[in-house]
Nanobody, 121 residues
């Protein structure tokens, strides 16, 4: 069973950038597709970005497409979410997730504890 630990959240001004990291352990990293979700105050959790096991296929929500990039470093068992041109509406707790077969927001079975991202206007 894989364990996930996120880091890299914080406070940033609108227009700025942050990079979130998710370190995986307890499983064979290359077997898992990886993803990022977020939950804003008073809202449902929403899918942000996903990446296939091979790293060749990526998925993005329309709200972040062109601004966020998901990449994986298999040597470090880590997946990253590079977030550029941040907006106040990106403020949320961001969660890393993993699954054996993932798609656009589905197939994720393992979750991290979350990291807070706050974007000030």
């Amino acid at each position: 069973q894989v364990q996930l630990v996120e880091s890299g959240g914080g406070l940033v001004q609108a227009g700025g950038s942050l990079r979130l990291s998710c370190a995986a352990s307890g499983g064979t990293f290359s077997r898992y597709g990886m993803g990022w979700f977020r939950r804003a105050p008073g809202k449902e959790r929403e899918f942000v970005a996903g990446l296939s096991r091979s790293g060749e296929v990526t998925y993005y929500s329309d709200s972040v497409k062109g601004r966020f990039t998901i990449v994986r470093d298999t040597a470090k068992n880590t997946v990253y979410l590079q977030m550029n041109s941040l907006k106040p509406e990106d403020t949320a707790v961001y969660y890393c997730a993993a699954g054996l077969v993932v798609g656009l927001g589905n197939g994720y079975n393992y979750w991290g504890q979350g990291t807070q991202v706050t974007v000030s206007s």
